[in-house]
């Protein structure tokens, strides 16, 4: 048995605490993942896959998709359907999926959503299905603490606990110190047109285990299902998912 697979035995087994507050297993998983990253600025992480399989973790991930509610993919499967006919045996499917390697994420499909304060203008949402976004969630429950521990404490875009409030609190706060100058910038079409090859790259600075790797890649490459044809897209994050940022 490895040392990593020794520790992450040792966290099951125990009740671990952080500040003083018991934590339940799944909170201990991400907690140990961060600071093991913190600690390791330079830290690859191996073994990571095994963790979404847990069935703590995939409820866990059920809790959430099941909390945000959302419109059914291109399985027309609903949040609901999938209550009423038993969820133990959903995620029981889902998690022999994933251990057996015959998980493939469907295609999305496509609504288009008017766009705040600018009449006549839509944005593209790209809608998974029940199952995918249970996947999704898991995964980044076990994801993004890792890459959490890298950033800064000045960003605050698409972070856990932190919002655009933040941001302006933190800009009256350095205006209130005497700071003048504020720098607005954006880069057109960010997320639509990110390379999925640069994207994975950054992902393997800090995750080399294979299976998840693979796991990112094939939602990247997840096609769109619009008119009756899937495209398969060459770049970008479609957005609309527990894995890519919010609609804006």
């Given at each position: 048995?490895?040392?990593?697979?020794?520790?992450?035995?040792?966290?099951?087994?125990?009740?671990?605490?952080?500040?003083?507050?018991?934590l339940?297993?799944?909170?201990?998983?991400?907690?140990?993942?961060?600071?093991?990253a913190?600690?390791?600025?330079?830290?690859?992480?191996?073994?990571?896959?095994?963790?979404?399989?847990?069935?703590?973790?995939?409820?866990?991930?059920?809790?959430?998709?099941?909390?945000?509610?959302?419109?059914?993919?291109?399985?027309?499967?609903?949040?609901?359907?999938?209550?009423a006919?038993?969820?133990?045996?959903?995620l029981?499917?889902?998690?022999q999926?994933?251990?057996?390697?015959?998980?493939r994420?469907?295609?999305?499909?496509?609504?288009?959503?008017?766009?705040?304060g600018?009449?006549?203008?839509?944005?593209?949402?790209?809608?998974?299905t029940v199952?995918?976004?249970?996947?999704?969630?898991?995964?980044?429950?076990?994801?993004?603490?890792?890459?959490?521990?890298?950033?800064?404490p000045?960003?605050?875009?698409?972070?856990?606990?932190r919002?655009?409030i933040?941001?302006?609190?933190s800009?009256r706060?350095?205006?209130?110190r005497g700071r003048?100058?504020?720098?607005?910038?954006?880069?057109r079409?960010?997320f639509?047109?990110?390379?999925?090859?640069?994207?994975?790259?950054?992902?393997?600075?800090r995750?080399?285990d294979?299976?998840?790797?693979?796991?990112?890649?094939?939602?990247?490459?997840?096609?769109?299902?619009e008119?009756g044809?899937?495209?398969?897209p060459?770049?970008?994050?479609?957005?609309?998912?527990?894995?890519?940022?919010?609609?804006?």
């Amino acid at each position: 048995m490895s040392a990593e697979t020794a520790s992450s035995t040792r966290r099951e087994e125990g009740v671990a605490r952080w500040d003083g507050r018991p934590l339940d297993k799944v909170r201990a998983l991400q907690w140990t993942l961060y600071r093991c990253a913190k600690q390791d600025p330079e830290r690859r992480f191996h073994a990571l896959y095994g963790h979404i399989l847990r069935r703590d973790v995939l409820w866990r991930a059920w809790s959430g998709v099941c909390a945000n509610r959302g419109a059914p993919g291109v399985d027309g499967l609903t949040v609901d359907a999938v209550a009423a006919s038993g969820v133990e045996e959903f995620l029981q499917d889902l998690s022999q999926q994933l251990r057996a390697g015959t998980y493939r994420p469907s295609s999305l499909r496509r609504v288009m959503i008017p766009k705040p304060g600018r009449p006549g203008e839509f944005r593209p949402l790209s809608i998974p299905t029940v199952a995918d976004r249970v996947v999704m969630t898991a995964a980044k429950l076990v994801l993004e603490p890792i890459f959490e521990a890298d950033f800064l404490p000045v960003s605050y875009g698409f972070r856990p606990k932190r919002s655009a409030i933040d941001a302006c609190e933190s800009v009256r706060v350095e205006a209130n110190r005497g700071r003048e100058w504020v720098l607005e910038a954006d880069i057109r079409d960010c997320f639509g047109s990110i390379r999925h090859d640069a994207l994975v790259d950054q992902a393997a600075r800090r995750v080399v285990d294979r299976s998840m790797l693979k796991l990112i890649r094939g939602w990247l490459r997840i096609g769109v299902l619009e008119d009756g044809a899937t495209g398969s897209p060459g770049a970008g994050t479609p957005q609309g998912s527990p894995v890519t940022p919010p609609t804006q």
